[in-house]
């Protein structure tokens, strides 16, 4: 199972296992990693599941849908590296992800 590594905005870093196919919101949710609030449940409707993923990872996980560029509009200090972690989709060749919560979502 790839590991995740999600870096909250004091610097505190916490590395989880994520089961591939889910996402990496779901990851955090099943592992209360603080900074995550999902309260959409992962459907793309709401922007409190916000990540910025590390730049030499941008590459792996890509970049926004418009779909997700439409909700991130609605997210706290949005960056190019900004991106919503219910559309992130764990794959085996993003084990050793990092990612960062905002200092605040929405």
């Known amino acids: 199972m790839p590991n995740i590594t999600f ?3 004091h610097g505190e ?3 989880v296992e994520g089961e591939t ?3 990496v919101m779901e990851t955090a949710i099943r592992n209360a990693i603080p900074g995550i609030e999902a309260e959409c449940g992962g459907a793309c409707a709401c922007a409190t599941c916000h ?3 590390d730049d030499a990872w941008m590459p792996a996980v890509g970049h926004a849908e418009p779909m997700e560029e439409d909700m991130l509009d ?3 200090d949005v960056r190019p590296n ?3 972690s219910c559309q992130i989709r764990i ?3 993003l084990d050793g992800l990092v ?3 905002p200092e605040r979502q929405g």
Do not use: E, H, K
Request: hydrophobic residues 40%.
């Open 91 to 93: 794959r085996d060749d």
């Open 21 to 23: 196919g889910s996402t």
């Open 82 to 84: 900004s991106r919503l």
């Open 7 to 9: 870096i909250d905005a």
């Open 74 to 76: 609605f997210a706290f």
């Open 13 to 15: 870093s916490r590395t």
């Open 99 to 101: 990612v960062r919560t």
């Open 51 to 53: 990540v910025y993923v």
